[in-house]
């Protein structure tokens, strides 16, 4: 039988709970799927998403480092943008790029790891 991908989930590596949940859920506009933890105390492990995307982050020590790039292809950036920048999220205010791959919005987490929000040119309206 031929390997065949259901999904792919990148693990994002975090270190405060609430800071994510602020970035994340109120600022990006994910929705908290699950939680898990082995016990009360300790480190925490859940899933996110937010129109199609999945996302896992991790308190976990061996879950990753701080500082990796996800790219998530989608349409509609402008508008996500817009909605973005009407939150009025003091600690990152992201633009647009735009090149030959697309038109891009990169939002840096508060553990340095880089989610880039790219609407490829045939895509855009």
Not at 18 to 37: I, M, N, P, T, V
Not at 52 to 71: K, N, T
Request: hydrophobic residues 35%.
């Amino acid at each position: 039988m031929a390997l065949s991908v259901t999904r792919v989930v990148p693990v994002l590596r975090i270190f405060d709970v609430q800071r994510a949940k602020e970035f994340y859920l109120d600022y990006l506009g994910f929705q908290l799927d699950w939680e898990h933890r082995f016990e009360p105390e300790m480190p925490l492990y859940c899933q996110i998403s937010r129109a199609g995307a999945i996302l896992h982050l991790s308190e976990h020590h061996g879950d990753g480092s701080p500082g990796v790039v996800v790219y998530v292809e989608v349409s509609g950036v402008r508008d996500y943008h817009s909605e973005l920048h009407g939150k009025g999220y003091s600690y990152l205010r992201p633009g647009l790029e735009v090149d030959e791959i697309g038109t891009c919005l990169e939002a840096i987490d508060p553990f340095g790891n880089r989610i880039r929000f790219n609407e490829p040119p045939a895509k855009q309206p």
